[in-house]
T-cell receptor
Framework: GDSVTQTEGLVTVTEGLPVKLNCTYQ???????FFWYVQYLNEAPQVLLK?????KRTEHQGFHATLHKSSSSFHLQKSSAQLSDSALYYC?????????????FGLGTTLQVQP | DPKIIQKPKYLVAVTGSEKILICEQY?????MYWYRQSAKKPLEFMFS???????DNQTASSRFQPQSSKKNHLDLQITALKPDDSATYFC??????????????FGAGTRLSVL
């Protein structure tokens, strides 16, 4: 079946250093879109990035990700982590034509940015 | 102001009882969803509704019944509650249900504990 795998658990990084959160997937959908959601403590998950174009870099709020269908990946990266980036990050996959809105999520990765 | 309102934020119930989780969205969207997040599991798709009609149901148990009294409402009735139902339930919406590019927007969730 379709699945999304993320870096498990907690990723700790020092402020100002780069960060990378891994996301790989398995799917039978021919048309797909990928999303990164961020969830701050006691808030709703909110979309951070989305992409459906192979090998095209998508950027938002200093984060970037590139969908690589050849390696089934959509890793999230930032060149310089900020304290305010500390949150729970979800990678999610959505199928194309005929899909009824179902997003397939990974387990989530908690990012902790230390001073 | 939150555009997707979920009530209550926290809910404690006894085994065997019945509860209703409320969701209202003020984004003008035509599709609404319920997702569940249990401990150590990814966000799990439950239902999708489009123009107040059920599009997809991935919940095996009939104890979970969505109710759409208005286009911008999608409540979730849970009967005969079990401890395994303890989870955070997220409501979400998108402009349309179909198409991989439609972004889902989430509410802050209702955390249900069944004793």
């Amino acid at each position: 079946g379709d699945s999304v795998t993320q870096t498990e658990g907690l990723v700790t990084v020092t402020e100002g250093l780069p960060v990378k959160l891994n996301c790989t997937y398995q799917t039978t959908y021919l048309t797909i879109a990928f999303f990164w959601y961020v969830q701050y403590l006691n808030e709703a998950p909110q979309v951070l990035l989305k992409s459906s174009t192979d090998n095209k870099r998508t950027e938002h709020q200093g984060f970037h990700a590139t969908l690589h269908k050849s390696s089934s990946s959509f890793h999230l990266q930032k060149s310089s982590a900020q304290l305010s980036d500390s949150a729970l990050y979800y990678c999610a996959l959505r199928g194309g034509t005929g899909n009824t809105g179902k997003l397939i999520f990974g387990l989530g990765t908690t990012l902790q940015v230390q001073p | 102001d939150p555009k997707i309102i979920q009530k209550p934020k926290y809910l404690v119930a006894v085994t065997g009882s019945e509860k209703i989780l409320i969701c209202e969205q003020y984004l003008g969207h035509n599709a609404m969803y319920w997702y569940r997040q249990s401990a150590k599991k990814p966000l799990e798709f439950m239902f999708s509704y489009s123009y107040q009609k059920l599009m997809d149901n991935q919940t095996a148990s009939s104890r979970f019944q969505p109710q759409s009294s208005k286009k911008n409402h999608l409540d979730l009735q849970i009967t005969a509650l079990k401890p395994d139902d303890s989870a955070t339930y997220f409501c979400a919406s998108s402009q349309e249900a179909w198409g991989s590019q439609n972004t889902l927007y989430f509410g802050a969730g209702t955390r249900l504990s069944v004793l």
